[in-house]
């Protein structure tokens, strides 16, 4: 009897099993037709952080400057190895003061073919100035510039590697933007007047690389690398391209990011996308640190101050951001 039992039980284990193994392809088969499986990526934060470290490590990459060439050639070449062409657009601008500033865009592209298009982009170029420094002696000292500017930067590399690892299913632009952080410093009466921010961002939206360029939508990434970032859902985001902006946000949130994402009005920014947005008429969104607790500005604690360096960085900030874009563009069809 006992021996009975126990091939009984056997026998039926052997039919949950199999009945169970048959049913499990079933499923994700129908599963796979309605939804084709994304492999997202996983974004590896030290690589984006070598990225970071790397850019910092040419010192403050001032227009004009040495630094600033060598950091050039080292982005066009990054993008060289991870993605499928590169431009380079080339320009002369005139800052606030009247110096005349070499200026260079730097664009990659994964999929160059694909009709359905979106960039992801930052400014590469370092402020001159550290002009809201608590000590006004460094009020004229160009600054590391590791979170505004090489973080978003830092980013958008490692996402460029992934994609270049194993494709999205739409084209990808990486942009990185000259001379936005070369505006009139605070103590200057051209301050708060003129467009003197965005420069390479104006230039590129009046002069596109390419004259048929028109993607979906674009992503601007300011300062993104400070630890316990706050993203605020910031005005021209808002009034031109708000459907991205929720779309990305509940994809942070979804992911688990919310503390990060902040469903909640941070005030209009004159960043590089305002003149993507009233120039090129693409619709982009600045995914950018604005802090309530800042007093005198509504940046990240050291905004054009020396301590905008690499001890500000921190690797679950660069990971929120990057998990959550690739997410996105992963997702895209
Ligand atoms: C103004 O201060 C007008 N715009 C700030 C844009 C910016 C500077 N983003 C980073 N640095
Ligand atoms: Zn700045």
């Known amino acids: 009897m006992k021996y009975l039992l ?59 400057t040495p630094a600033h060439d060598a950091c050039a050639k080292y982005l066009s070449g990054k993008l060289n190895e991870f993605a499928d062409t590169v431009v380079v657009q080339k320009f002369k601008i005139r800052a606030y003061d009247g110096t005349i500033l070499n200026g260079k865009n730097i664009i990659g592209s994964i999929n160059p073919q694909a009709k359905k298009r979106i960039f992801i982009s930052a400014h590469w170029d370092s402020r001159p100035y550290a002009d809201n420094d608590p000590d006004p002696a460094n009020h004229r000292t160009p600054i590391d510039a590791a979170n505004d500017g090489a973080s978003g930067v830092g980013v958008i590399l490692e996402i460029a590697r992934q994609m270049g690892l194993s494709k999205p299913n739409i084209g990808v632009d ?95 920014i004159d960043d590089d996308h305002k003149y993507i947005n009233e120039i090129a008429k693409i619709p982009t969104i600045d995914i950018i640190h604005l802090s309530k607790d800042t007093p005198g500005n509504s940046f990240f604690k050291y905004w054009h101050t020396i301590g905008d360096n690499m001890s500000t960085i921190d690797k679950n900030t660069l990971k929120v951001v990057g998990q959550t874009l690739l997410t996105v563009s992963y997702r895209e069809k």
């Open 174 to 268: 990486y942009i990185f933007f000259d001379t936005e952080d070369y505006g009139p410093p605070m103590d200057s009466p051209k301050r708060g007047q003129g467009e003197y921010w965005g420069l390479g961002a104006q230039y590129w939206s009046k002069n596109l690389h390419d004259p048929d360029y028109s993607p979906h939508y674009g992503i601007l990434l300011d300062m993104v690398g400070a630890k316990d970032a706050t993203f605020y859902m910031e005005g021209f985001s808002m009034e031109y391209a708000s459907h991205i902006l929720k779309k990305v946000w509940n994809t942070g949130k979804e992911l688990g990011y919310g503390e990060y994402f902040l469903f909640e009005n941070g005030g209009y």
């Open 6 to 64: 126990n091939s009984l039980f056997i026998a039926l284990a052997i039919l949950l099993f199999s009945c169970g193994g048959n049913d499990s392809p079933k499923t994700s088969k129908a599963e796979n037709k309605a939804t084709p499986t994304i492999n997202i990526p996983d974004f590896n934060a030290d690589s984006a952080y070598k990225y970071v470290a790397d850019q910092v490590a040419f010192g403050p990459r001032v227009p004009n």
